[in-house]
């Protein structure tokens, strides 16, 4: 008699773990970005192919989660032919498929995930549920081959801003987290605010390096939270106001100057509360991830502020900082590694507690 599909996975998975080894096959499409990785042992990217949705959901100053889906649908089969055709690969050289299964947009992640069951039941292979959060730490796996756990990790992307104490592969302990805007956020957000397109972040931090961060005393918020948690809201605030009293012309004439006093607002919350906690958890090493960890303002200053105290800052190449499928692989390796696979009923969830991966 036949084995059914998660019986053969589980003694499949069992293999894998025993060699060590594995070619992943990696999707993510939680957002506006449809990417597909080829990954071998949670470390090396042999190939990455991203099809990008910015140019369409510009025009609505922010994403638009039916276009984003469809998308996704157009993009997602070509992109793996393409990954395949990058490494001169085949799907008998996949051992797994990792795919992103929240949190993000319900409806561009069901994308991914119906896509990935969808090919793991055809080529027989484990499936892995990977949370996206999970991936944009794991992007340093690849970045610093010899990094493992524990560290001390800031998560600042579009939708998250965590300090976390990463215990393991999987494991983490929350030490602080915003309590409104995300940092991405804060940045896409003040971007409009200074009639700039979406999303903003890249922008404002090239606007920065030619402006003078001292030109305008934005507020540093107490947080009604934590001693390491976050708040972004009032700073947005203060700068609409200010934008609002002195009108268009007016901020157009000192846009790089708003943008450089914006950004050292966001990167001094981000500095201070990062330094707190490598004091507090006696970190060695301080690792950055997400779309915001491109920021150079961010990595300049947390560099020379950790430098200080004998921590060293480690940060994934800029390519990999904003959304792919390449960390979502590393994820999807450890993850395979310690046995954690999903079966075919993975549902996306689009909100998803980091630490909290579903067995089969
Ligand atoms: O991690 P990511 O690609 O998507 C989410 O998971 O949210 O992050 C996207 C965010 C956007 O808010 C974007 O404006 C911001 O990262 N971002 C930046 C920079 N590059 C991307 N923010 C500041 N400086 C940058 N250089
Ligand atoms: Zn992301």
Redesign the pocket.
Known sequence: MVQPYSARMRARTEELRQQGKAVILAIES??D?TSVALVRDGRQVLALQTASQIDTHKDYGGVVPEIASRMHVEAISWLVDAAFRDASMAWQDVDAIAVTYGP?LVGALLVGVSFAKACAFAQDKPLVGVH??EG?ISANYITYPDLTPPYLGLV?????TMLVRVEDYGRYTLLGSTMDD????A??KG?RILGLP?????L???LAATGNPEAFAFPRAKVHGGPLDFSFSGLKTALMQLAHRQGEAWVEAHRADLAASY?AAIVDALVGRTCQAAEDTTAPVVVI??????????RRALEAALGQRGVRLLAPSLGL????AAMIGAAGYFQLMQGRIAGLDLNAVPYLPLGLVENV
């Open positions: 939680s957002c970005e993000g996206h959060i944009h600042v992307s579009g939708g998250h995300a940092a991405g956020e940045f896409d971007a979406y999303p903003g972040g890249r404002i931090d090239e950004q991830s997400g779309g915001v960890a491109a920021n150079k303002g961010l900082c904003t959304d792919n």
